[in-house]
Every structure is written in C-alpha cells, then in structure tokens.
C-alpha cells in the first residue's frame, strides 16, 4: 500500500482509522493515527482500504464527520428488503449507491461499517454480503429481543441488590429468583456449580471479587441467608419444611383420627417416666414398674406407637422414608414427621391418652431377661422428668420407682459386660443454639443418662428376640468383636480418657442387616432398634412389622423388600449423621472463636503416625478431639496448654499451637 493510503484496523478489538507512512519491515506498515501517534500493523489487522487518497492525518476528524452524518440516516433494514429478493452478493459500494446515492469514499467506507458490525440482516461471505433469509432475520430478532430483556431485568435486578444493601426493603420480583438461586448455588458449590458464569457476572457487576466466598457474603449482606447458615444442610437438599400435601393430610389426620385397630392393654394409673433433655419435644419412651401379684418386678419400657396415625403406603409414611430420620442440629431438630404430629398425638405426653408398643421383661438379679412380652398399650399417667431433675431423684431414692429402675438398669450393664460388652466414657459435648447464643454442656456419665441408655438396649434386645422367635424379618444392628490390646498394655496407658480413647480405636463398624447377628460392643447375641419411631425410619419399619405380628395379620414387609428399603435408608441416614457432626463442630468452633484469646487446657490422648510431636488431643473445655503440631515430644496422658491461632467455622478451620510456660 502506498504512503497516504487510509485504512481501517483493528487494535484490542475496537476500529480505528489510520494513514500509511510507509513499511515496517518486509510485511508490516507503519501509520499515523488522528492523535500522531505512529502505530506499526501486520496486514491481519487491516480491515478495510478507503478508496481516493492520498490522504493526511489532518483530513481524518473532517472524513469521519462525514462517514457520521451518513450512519445518522442510513436504514439498513430497508436495503436488506431490496436485496434479499436478488440473494447476490452485496458490496459495500453497492450499498453506499443504494442508501446514499453516491460512491463516494465517505460513504462507502459508512456502508462497510453498516456491513461489518451488522449481526441481524446481512452475514460476511467472502469479500461480500450475503442477505439473511427472512426466517433468519425473524429468528435473530427474536434472539435479540430476549436478551435486550434479559440485559433490563439484569439492570433492575442490580439496582434492586444495591437497594437492599443500602437498607431498603427486600422486594424482589419473580424474574430475581433465577438469579438469586444461581448466587445460591455458587455459594454452595463453587466451580462445581452449573451456572457459575451467571453468579460471578452478578458479583463482577456489583464490585465484587468473584469467589464462591463473596456470594455467600452478598446473600447474608441481602438478608437472604444468616450469618451463620447452614451450608452442609442446604447442600444435602434435605427439607426443612413439609409441603402443602402432607401438612393438608396431617391436618384432616388430626380433625377425623382414624380408628385404632390395636387390641391395647390399658397401664391405667400405673406411673410411667419419661426421662429428656428439657428441649425435647418428640417424646417417645416412657419407663415403669409394676409390681405383680407373687411379689416380682416387671419392667416396662412403653415406646410411642406413630404406626397408629400412619399407615404403609400413605402420604406420612412416604415423607418419613424420603427423610429416613429426624435431623438434629444445634440450632434446632427437622422432625420426620410434621411437627404438630410428631410433638403432639404421637408423643408421650401428660394429661392425654397416649398409644404405645410396650416391652415388659422380667430381669433376674444377674441382669438376665428371665422373661418377657411385647403389646399395644394405652399409657395415660405420664411424668416427664429432666435428665437433670432425675439424678437426683435417683441418688435420694425420693422417687422410689426411678431409684429400683436404676439398680436394674445397673444389674443390665454387669450382665452385658460380662457377655464381652465395650463400654467407652469419653467426654461428649452437647451444643444448643438459640438466637445465636452458644450453650454448650460437657456430657458426663450421669445415672439418669445410664438408666435410659440401658433401658433403650434392652428394648432392642427384646423386639430382636421377639423378631427371631417368630420369623419377623426386620433391620438388625450387627457389630464385629473388636480386637482389644492386651489387658496389661492396657493398663500402662492413663486411666481415663487416654484408655478408652485406645478401646475405641480397636472397635469394629456396626452394620445393619435384615439377619440376625452378635452386637458384640452391647454384648448381646441380637440387636434392632425399635425405640425412636417417631425419629427413625427403622425403628419405625420394626414396629409396623411387630405390631402385624401380634393382630395376626400379615406382614407389611417381606425381607427382600426390607433389603431394598434399608439400602436407600442407610444412606440418608449416613448424609444425616455426617451434617449432624459437621454442624455440632461449626458451632464449637464458633464457640471457640469468640475464646480464642483464653488458653484450652487439652490431654494428649494418642500420638499420629507414631510421632510424639504430632499429638491427637483432647480439648477439655468442648470435648473435641484434634490433631496439633507440638514443638517437643509429649507423653499421653499429658496436659498441654493450647493457644488458638487460627479458627474460621465456615472453612471448617481451627489451628492450635502449645503455649509454653516460661521458668
């Protein structure tokens, strides 16, 4: 191209005008741009030559007015309509002829810009321009029109997010809920999440950095989540509420209850405890003793009985299979079942008459079950009583009843440790959390705990024995013996902690198993659980099995359909269990943070990897166990004083170093 030669190129994407000064090199050009800067091109990057010339960088503000004042009057859409008849290439000369009448180079060039950025009538073909069919065109259209709205709704949706943060009230409109759910699902699972592009562009447009961190802060900034939600939870997916339909059938359950069909022994006035922390409000089991006419006791362990509200099949029992359990959380429990149910005609509760599956048993004074027999009852004199209100009833002997079920219960625990039971006491923490208040209470050991704990074992223990008796095909609790360490290695370890910690470590894992098989950490040859129906599904599935059993009637599970239902059942349980944890240790942690200036007194329980400096520890004051890098061999057994360094709850982060006394 000669010096003067005015071309179009293109530079990071935009269009610029600039005049040929000569070469660069064998292949490149030089030219001056209307600013008088000199800009070396390759021949790529020209787009375009002007025709006449030559011309001067002087020329250049005076020719743009023009090629201007032609695209301030041009109608592309009105040339598309007469050359789409004759399906020929068009030019842009051709196009300056028809639009403006003239060639000229103005005019030209104003039609190449038309030409080149047009995305709607035209598309390029080789040096020309073909016309777009007109179904084309309409389609484009159409696809232009949907994201012009999608671009306002974006613009109003900003504008409404900035409006919240600044204070205002929170009035999204429908069109908001795809992109709040997309911040949403960015914040729950990051780069994994399907729509990522959409929340980082949102966060990009609001300031932001564009983390998975920053969506969960703008969403506690909007007031759409709290400060300290829940992300295990929301990601399982798990419902915190009931939908319409099973609330609707709940509600007419309890207008027009269904008829009992249960031939149900009547306790009358005898006493029956139930024994739970004050916050329990799904009370499902109850203790008594009768005493009988040749001077013997019998136990009663009374179970509330939800099999007589819901029926296999119907929209109750469905909902609690697709929950699979009750969620507990610091924060409050997600019941199975709908709250006015699960708290109120299905519990066992003071001043109604209350319908249960009963386990009597006789027990020797060796602990043994000597015999014993399970019935639909009615439960009427119900007293609840606090775990902490009943230690002391049973250390007085002021609740006679309560004391003598403690010494059996005592007599249970001998019985099963003489048959290879494992007992572990270690600290457990139990953390309650109400309007972001943390109280959190270190679990001991306590009587009343002992009594229930036994209690619940020995109703497992009979609905088993009762099951395998008559062929009842139901979910056994299995567990492989472990394989202690020697007695004397044992005992040069520290009492306490330290040693039971080791016990622990040499347990199997439990299994569940529609076969009957040795519970070898309770001691016993046969295990179900039978006592949470209201909270567990199981449980729940035993009792619709036994209470079949004892009208007569055939069972409503056969044991491959059992199978089936306990290997979709287990693993929501397993998801469960894991929030359960992770959740209880957001809120340590949190606990902790607001501590982390105190020193943690923490026992040195094991060492990891057999390295003395890398401790698994004890942290005394939440009985939470933690690995920690020390700078010094220690002993187990040995107190170390902790200092938090690092402790963030929603990275699941707590760093802990030894603050070392100076002598």
């Known amino acids: ?26 292949k490149n050009f030089n030219l001056q741009t209307q600013t008088g800067n000199t800009q070396t091109v390759h021949p790529r990057q020209i787009t375009y030559q002007v025709a006449g010339g030559p011309y001067r960088t002087s020329e250049l503000p005076a020719f743009e007015s023009q090629v201007q004042n032609y695209l301030d009057q041009a109608d592309l859409e009105v040339a598309w309509e007469l050359f789409r008849e004759s399906h020929a290439l068009v030019s842009p000369e051709d ?11 103005a005019a030209c060039y104003a039609a190449h810009c038309l030409l080149s950025e047009d995305r709607l009538y035209f598309k390029q073909k080789g040096d020309g321009y073909e016309p777009r069919p007109t179904a084309q065109v309409e389609e484009l259209r159409h696809q232009q ?13 900003l504008a409404r997010v900035q409006s919240v943060l600044g204070g205002a009230a ?5 069109s908001d809920r795809l992109r709040l759910d997309a911040l949403e699902r960015y914040a729950l699972w990051g780069d994994e999440a399907s729509d990522r592009a959409s929340a980082q562009d949102v966060l990009s447009q609001l300031g932001h950095t564009t983390r998975s961190e920053d969506a969960i802060a703008l969403l506690v900034a909007l007031r759409l989540w709290s400060p300290h939600e829940n992300i295990h939870l929301r990601r399982s997916g798990i419902p915190v509420h009931f939908g319409t339909p099973v609330s609707e059938y709940a509600r007419k359950l309890l207008e027009n209850p269904p008829a009992d069909p249960a031939s149900r022994r009547d306790f009358g006035r005898l006493a029956i405890y139930t024994i739970d922390d004050e916050s329990t409000r799904e009370i499902d089991d109850g203790l008594s003793l009768e005493m009988l006419e040749d001077g013997r006791e019998k136990l009663w362990i009374h179970i509330a009985d939800p099999t007589r509200w819901v029926q296999p099949g119907d929209p109750l029992e469905a909902e609690a299979r697709r929950r699979a359990t009750s969620v507990y959380l610091p924060t ?93 006491d270690l600290p457990e923490a139990q953390v309650k959390v109400k309007d972001d208040e943390i109280r959190l209470e270190i679990l001991g050991d306590s009587a009343s705990r002992l009594l229930v ?13 009762l099951a395998i008796e008559a062929g009842i095909p139901v979910p056994f609790r ?33 299994e569940v198993s529609v076969y009957p098989a040795r519970h070898a950490g309770l001691g016993l040859d046969a295990y179900t659980q039978a006592t949470s129906p209201i909270r567990r599904y199981s449980d729940l599935l035993v009792h619709f099995q036994i209470k079949a059993h004892l009208r007569h009637e055939p069972l ?46 923490g026992l040195v329980l094991d060492y990891l990897g057999g390295d003395p400096q890398r401790a698994l520890v004890l942290l005394e004051s939440v009985a939470l166990r933690l690995p920690v890098r020390l700078d010094r061999p220690v002993s187990k057994g040995e107190m170390v004083d902790l200092q938090i360094v690092q402790v963030d709850p929603r990275q699941d982060l707590l760093v802990l170093k030894e603050v070392r006394q100076a002598h």
Not at 1 to 26: A, C, H, N, W
Not at 482 to 500: I, S
């Open 1 to 26: 191209m000669e010096r003067g030669t005015l071309v179009e190129f293109r530079l990071q994407g935009g269009r610029r005008l600039g005049v040929i000064s000569g070469p660069d090199g064998k």
């Open 95 to 105: 196009l300056a002829q028809l639009l403006f009448d003239t060639a000229a180079p």
């Open 145 to 157: 029109a949907v994201e012009q709205r999608k671009a306002q709704e974006q613009a109003r949706f």
């Open 170 to 174: 929170d009035e999204w409109e429908p």
């Open 332 to 424: 409050g429990a997600i019941p199975m079942f709908p709250p006015e149910l699960a708290t109120g005609p299905m519990s066992l509760l003071p001043g109604q008459l209350n319908c249960a599956l009963s386990f009597g048993a006789i027990i020797g004074p060796d602990g043994a079950v000597e015999n014993f027999e399970v019935t639909p009852a009615l439960v009427r004199t119900v007293y609840p009583v606090t775990y902490e209100e009943a230690d002391p009833l049973i250390a007085s002997g002021e609740e006679p009843v309560l004391a003598r079920l403690h010494e059996i219960a005592l007599a249970r625990r001998r019985h099963r440790h003489q048959r290879g039971a494992v007992s572990i």
């Open 453 to 465: 704990s036994e209690m619940m074992i020995l109703a497992g223990e009979l609905a088993a024995r």
């Open 478 to 510: 299995t567990q492989p013996a472990p394989e202690l360490p020697p007695a004397d290695e044992l005992l040069r370890l520290p009492a306490g902690p330290v040693r039971e910690f080791a016990v622990c470590r040499c347990m199997q894992r439990g």
């Open 556 to 601: 409503p599970l056969t044991l491959e359909h059992l199978k089936e239902l306990l290997a979709m059942i287990d693993a929501a349980g397993q998801e469960v269990t894991q929030i359960e944890r992770l959740s209880e240790r957001y809120w340590i942690y949190e606990y902790l943070r607001h501590r982390r200036h105190q020193v943690q007194p």
